[in-house]
């Protein structure tokens, strides 16, 4: 399957910060790869025009595969 433009510009980026275990498989929504880990990039606020109050950085989860972000979360347990 051909790599989209978009995909071919990201191939050349840091991997990812962490990856993640499921403990059960799931099916990635976009791609539909079966999913038995996913891969997680930190965000870093670089620029913003006024006062925010939302945080200076964060984290996606995403597709090891097609690389789409997914919903999820990450606990502290």
Known sequence: ??????????EHVRDSEAEYALEYAAVCP????VLKSIKVIRLLRTRVNFTSTL???????????CR????AALTMT
């Open 55 to 65: 945080p200076r950085h964060g984290r996606v989860m995403i597709c090891p595969s």
């Open 68 to 71: 789409t972000i997914l919903s």
């Open 1 to 10: 399957m051909p790599s989209s433009p978009a995909l071919q510009q990201v």
């Open 30 to 33: 976009s791609c539909e790869d």
